[in-house]
């Protein structure tokens, strides 16, 4: 059974930091490339960040490019995104997804994150 567990979401002041982890499981970790998507209260989804587990290469949105940073670890089956000097418009439920960026193959659950005074 595939599996995508999110966590390290919560609330943070404007311009405080999170790291969120992803859990992967039931799949080959190492031939996926893993993303970040998140969506915003009324808002469709948006990509975030994603990251080629097998050459370690990563990309990232103009909105968070220089605050946000993707990494993996395949021994671990995991994702993280570090957010820094977050922004309320950060504010949205985060989800970790594996494949090609834009046509995903598995999905988690997503992580909440706050971003308010």
């Known amino acids: 059974e595939v599996q995508l567990v999110e966590s390290g979401g919560g609330m943070v002041q404007p311009g405080g930091s999170l790291r969120l982890s992803c859990a992967a499981s039931?799949?080959?970790?190492?031939?996926?490339?893993m993303s970040w998507v998140r969506q915003a209260p009324g808002k469709g989804p948006e990509w975030v960040s994603a990251?080629?587990?097998?050459?370690?290469?990563?990309t990232y949105a103009d909105s968070i490019k220089g605050r946000f940073t993707i990494t993996s670890d395949n021994a671990k089956n995991a994702v993280w995104l570090h957010m820094n000097s977050l922004k309320p418009e950060d504010t949205a439920v985060y989800y970790c997804?594996?494949?090609?960026?834009?046509?995903?193959?598995?999905w988690g659950q997503g992580t909440q994150v706050t971003v308010s005074s």
């Open positions: 997804a594996a494949g090609v960026p834009g046509s995903w193959n598995y």
């Open positions: 039931g799949f080959t970790f190492s031939s996926y490339d």
């Open positions: 990251i080629n587990t097998g050459g370690g290469s990563t």
